[in-house]
């Protein structure tokens, strides 16, 4: 049950996101454009804190693993970054792929901490 209510977390998130996305990007609405860039800065300011190895240790605890497939995340990424850039947002684009490595390299550290503190 907790897996679907994180999942369904993601879902409602990232689909909130898709379609400001669209709608702000794709069919100028100004609103839904200013929520997507806010999504962005955001993303890219809480990644950078995931540098902090204090906050790595903190986040390690209470980590339980993917609510979606890496591959699906990957994907829905990338087509982010894809159609930011293809409506001519090329710094956001690449703000958004920077926060996207980052929270990548944040789930790898994060993961190989829970294993050090079983062992």
């Known amino acids: 049950m907790k897996q679907f209510l994180r999942t369904l977390k993601y879902f409602l ?23 997507a860039i806010f999504y962005i800065w955001f993303s890219f300011i809480i990644s950078l804190t995931f540098m902090s190895k204090e906050v790595l240790k903190d986040a390690s605890s209470r980590y339980n693993g993917p609510s979606v497939p890496r591959w699906f995340d990957s994907l829905f990424d990338l087509s982010i ?5 293809y ?17 990548i390299y944040a789930i790898e550290e994060m993961k190989t901490l829970k294993e050090v503190k079983k062992c």
């Open 81 to 85: 970054v894809f159609f930011t850039a």
């Open 13 to 35: 998130v990232n689909g909130s996101f898709a379609a400001c996305v669209y709608f702000g990007f794709f069919k100028s609405h100004n609103g839904a454009e200013n929520l």
């Open 87 to 103: 409506c001519g947002r090329f710094f956001l684009a690449s703000i958004y792929l920077v926060s996207t490595l980052l929270f």
